[in-house]
């Protein structure tokens, strides 16, 4: 990062140098290349608008055809944010001023590029950003089609503790722990550690590490179960209209390395 800083830095001192020799020459016209910048920039802008605009219509057309964008303020920081970099300058700095006269016009007009689509973004782009998330609260879940995704996953993964303690597989403490565990669906800050086991009123020690051992594979086998039945309806609902992918996609990874964290019956 120091030395990407440091060669940005030389970068726009020889930017800085180039664009002052060429406002300073008076044989230079300065109206005109300014005017031809900015309808660059302009020209720039909308033609990124235009495709980030195509890849949100395709992405909700086909369902998630793409990670981004998903919403219109995607679209519009994507735009806003489409650094064009230095190249343009430097392909003007590559120019011989021998065989080409104009190439003070060229670095003027090269320098306004970079001012519109570069510099006065970046200036601006935190704010855009910190206003847009204020005025639209933007965050991963913040859809309500991709919060309602969630709850259904969650509910789906519920209702099969609700069935095994209806078939009094389970007890009710045990459904319980595992109910509270299952809020990591819909919440990455829950916790999901600890031990299913159930404690055994036998006084017999075998008998009572024996039956806590059995109630443990079995709550351990009702929670794979869960998750997988959550992550079926997650799958079922990534793609569906207002659902952001990218948030389904990244909770799905995180039930799946939950789900091979789990241990097996044997092991346990």
Known sequence: EVIELLVTGMAFGLMGMNVRESIFDEEVQHLRPVMWGLVISVVLVAVRALWMSTLLWQNMRKRGLYRAPVRWTDVLLLTWAGMRGLVTFALVLSLSPADFPMRDEFTIVAFIVLLCTMVIPGLTLPWLTDYLRRRYDLHDLADAATEEAMDEAHRAAVAVVTRKLADEVITPETAARISERL?????????????????????DARLRRQKRERAARTAIEIRRESLNAAQRSLAAARY????????????????????LALPHGEER
Request: zero cysteines; hydrophobic letters at 35%; proline letters at 5%.
């Open 183 to 203: 809020n990591v669906i819909r919440s990455p800050s829950a916790l999901d550690d600890g031990d299913d086991g159930v404690a055994d009123a036998d006084e």
């Open 240 to 259: 569906r209209k207002g659902v952001d992918p990218t948030a389904v996609a990244e909770k799905m990874h995180e039930l799946d390395r939950r789900l």
